[in-house]
């Protein structure tokens, strides 16, 4: 909790008419400490280095001990992984046969066919729909209801615009 | 954490960095002297950057036997000093004081921490604050701010305004007379019609 500067302020002043000074000068202290100190504005040093001058501190990244620490500790790794992954692979290599990969092919082309075939039935059956869709709109009262949806659809619009800018007035008035 | 004398010692020998945190360390004291004597922000600004660059160029003169922040402070002091005797008239920044972000009023309203009512109460004394120490001769004002705002000791003062023991501390002792006065015209005080208008507020 911030201390109020007020009290600090009505102690000072009542030691001050009392001649107290040592109060006075405590109260005075304590009311300041109760106020902040003042800061200039963000980047000051940047702009006392630009008026002297001076470049700006390039941060270097790899300057870090602990960060050039990490990357050398990456590197002893990746290379540990370079040299232990042919045998790996090798000990991985005889754990699997050719039958079974040639059975894992074989799976997976088929997967995929029926995927492929599924895509193609729904294809199928939307295309069955569009078809019925336009039959139906082709039919001489579809294409009836549709032109006459157009035409009260333009008087609405014509109506509305009569609406709209009837209401304006385009006459000059003098805010004076 | 390095010591000021080390910094100023890297510096010395081309540390660029060494000076950033010498200047990043002591910015806020030497603006809010600065700022306290001048009462502008942006002539503020524009000293305290002086004042380190001063220092900067005269890194070399400076003796590690003495306090860096006293012969920080003796460079603000006397470029503080040589401004207001040229008596450059002051601009008015166009910003509303009240959003400076370098007014003192602005600075004590910290709303994010207080009741609207304690801020306001704060913005007022520090408006009246400004204003008292205005009235003081700038000898005083100096006095004040280090003493009583930055906590520098008597000897400190001494050092940085080049003035005997006996007259700072009667430079002192008057202006913290001359502050009381106005404080109290202002109308601070107990039972006083500032503080009064504010509890109202």
Known sequence: ?176 | MKSDAELVASTLRGSQDAFRELVVRFERPVYSLVQRMVQNPATAEDLAQEVFLKAYRRLDTYDPQWKFSSWLFKIAHNTTIDHLRRGVPETVPLESEDEDHGDLSAVLADVATESPHAAAERRDLGRSLELALAHLRPEYRVAVVMFYAQGASYQEICEVTGLPLGTVKTNLHRARKELAQVMTSLGWGPGGVAASETAKA
């Open chain 1, 1 to 176: 909790m911030r201390p109020k500067p007020h009290d600090a302020l009505n102690r000072w002043l009542a030691a001050e008419r009392a001649d107290r000074f040592e109060d006075a000068d405590a109260a005075l202290r304590e009311m300041f400490e109760a106020l902040p100190l003042l800061a200039p504005a963000a980047g000051f040093a940047d702009r006392v280095f630009a008026r002297a001058g001076l470049q700006p501190v390039k941060r270097d990244v790899f300057a870090s001990l602990g960060l050039r620490l990490v990357l050398a500790a990456s590197l002893i790794a990746l290379s540990l992984g370079a040299i232990w992954l042919p045998p790996v692979l090798r000990a991985l290599g005889g754990l699997v046969s050719l039958s079974d990969v040639v059975g894992l092919g074989v799976r997976a082309v088929a997967g995929a066919s029926r995927g492929l075939a599924l895509v193609l039935r729904l294809g199928e059956w939307l295309f069955s729909l569009g078809r019925f869709l336009s039959d139906l709109l082709m039919a001489p009262q579809a294409m009836a209801a549709l032109a006459a949806c157009i035409l009260v659809s333009v008087l609405a619009f014509r109506f509305l615009r009569d609406q709209i800018f009837g209401e304006r007035s385009l006459t000059y008035v003098d805010p004076m």
